[in-house]
């Protein structure tokens, strides 16, 4: 009698623990969509609040904190980084103009302003050529490469070069959704012997889609 009571009590446990399970929800399939009308729904968004972990990242050191940043379409940014709950770095883009405390040397800033941008903003490309193969579509300007899945719309990668003639990559990974809007939580960035990775804790996007 005893075995069975229990054996009552467990099954009665497991199926109140499997009913508070959120279930997981399921991207959605844009086959046969225009890419480009994706794209351009996003278009509205004129800026984007975030928080998230990073990882310096330069030969044999690593560096970790916590970031704040809210950046515009445009370019312009306020960003800070914690470490151990300090404030670690401050940086501001404005118009083109760079200013941080500490210091940062060009690659760092290029990741912290050009790459953070086009890595938030991803599908904001001009005047770009669609091709499609395995199951993916390439964006490609002269300056800039996205490569999209094909089945959710979502970015894979980017590679854009910059004006010194050096690459910028990008890798994007775990999309999730975001309010009305899903966005990939995990973003690597690469340039050189640096790289930066981000993965996002909260995201606002401002603007309608």
């Known amino acids: 009698m005893l075995k069975i009571v229990w054996r009552l009590f467990l099954l009665s446990s497991l199926f ?32 984007i609040d975030t928080t998230f972990s990073i990882i310096f990242e330069k030969d044999d050191t690593e560096i ?27 940086l501001t883009s404005e118009d083109g103009i760079i ?4 210091r940062l040397d060009r690659g760092k800033n290029t990741i912290l302003t050009y790459g953070l941008r086009d890595c938030l903003f991803w ?3 001009n ?3 669609v091709a499609e193969k395995d199951g993916m579509y390439l ?49 690597k960035i690469e340039l050189s012997h640096y790289f930066v990775t981000l993965k996002i804790k909260e995201i606002l996007f401002t603007g309608s889609v």
């Open 139 to 187: 964006l490609r300007n002269p300056f800039r490469k996205i490569w999209i899945d094909g089945k959710t719309m979502l970015p894979l990668k980017q590679i854009i070069t910059l004006e010194d003639g050096r690459d910028l990559t990008i890798s994007y990974e775990n999309p999730e959704k975001v309010g009305d809007i899903w966005y990939p939580l995990k973003i």
């Open 64 to 90: 970790k904190g916590d970031g704040v940043l809210n950046i515009s379409r445009n370019g312009n940014l306020n960003l800070r980084v914690y470490s151990f709950g300090f404030l670690a770095l401050e």
């Open 16 to 47: 109140l623990l499997l009913s508070c399970v959120t279930p997981r929800v399921e991207i959605p399939v844009y086959e046969g969509v225009d890419v480009r009308d994706v794209l351009n729904s996003r278009n509205t968004i004129s800026s």
């Open 99 to 102: 200013k941080s405390v500490p």
């Open 123 to 125: 599908w904001d490309i």
């Open 127 to 129: 005047d770009f050529e």
